[in-house]
């Protein structure tokens, strides 16, 4: 299957800081890029659905100033955390369609860790 | 009501034995329907995708879909520990955005 590759695996950073993850699909171009949140023993929660070259719509109560998320070019998308406090520890996962995915499939990165001390 | 809900468990079976998973949903509009097996701590993993009704099956694994009772299943036959993990079911619509709506998923324990 198609890859998506997701960095850094896991971060710990320092309340107030902000934190940059990235997703890229290696194999294959995407055109939309999704970003979810699951928090421990729960399921995963879109959080915004990126355009390659547009803006990211958001999904009702996810805040747009604090989930920065930039889709430059058919191959990476970033989601920056900004101003992290400890609530927004949690395991953040991209996930891609592909430009002749006419179909519902999805790939997912391997998740990426936050931990807010 | 969730718009897809599927019972947690965790669902202990041993080696060897046929595994039911579940989910039922409400929106109609759902037309792509995924599993998909996460290990803790990963990334979900895409096991079985099927569009519309119908039955997929791929080595140990099939999925079926019954859209007239909005109900879907993934058989696992001969389990094996190595299947352990939480299994997502998920689901889109054919038109606008397609973002897939998860299942809570259910915990796996295939014991020796």
């Known amino acids: 299957g198609a890859v998506v590759s997701q960095h850094p695996s896991w971060v710990i950073c320092k309340s107030g800081t902000s934190v940059k993850i990235e997703c890229r699909s290696l194999d294959f171009q995407a055109t939309t890029m999704f970003w979810y949140r699951q928090f421990p023993k729960q399921s995963l929660m879109l959080m915004a659905t990126s355009n390659e070259g547009s803006k990211a719509t958001y999904e009702q109560g996810v805040e747009k100033d604090k989930f920065l998320i930039n889709h430059a070019s058919l191959t990476l998308s970033t989601l920056t955390v900004t101003s992290a406090h400890p609530e927004d520890s949690s395991f953040y996962i991209c996930?891609?369609?592909?430009?002749?995915?006419?179909?519902?499939?999805?790939?997912f990165g391997e998740g990426s860790r936050l931990t807010v001390l | 009501q969730k718009e897809v809900e599927q019972d947690p468990g965790p669902l202990s079976v041993p080696e060897g034995a046929i595994v039911s998973l579940n989910c039922t949903y409400s929106?109609?509009?759902?037309?792509?329907f995924m599993w998909y097996r996460q290990y803790s701590r990963k990334g979900p993993e895409l096991l079985m995708y099927?569009?519309?009704?119908g039955n997929k099956e791929d080595g140990r694994f099939t999925a079926q879909v019954d859209k007239s009772s909005k109900y879907i299943s993934l058989f696992i036959r001969d389990s094996q520990p190595s299947d352990s993990a939480t299994y997502l079911c998920a689901m889109s619509a054919r038109t606008g955005r397609r973002a897939l709506t998860f299942g809570s998923g259910t915990r796996l324990q295939v014991q020796p």
């Open positions: 099927t569009y519309s009704s």
């Open positions: 996930s891609a369609r592909g430009l002749a995915a006419n179909t519902g499939e999805l790939f």
């Open positions: 929106n109609s509009a759902f037309q792509y």
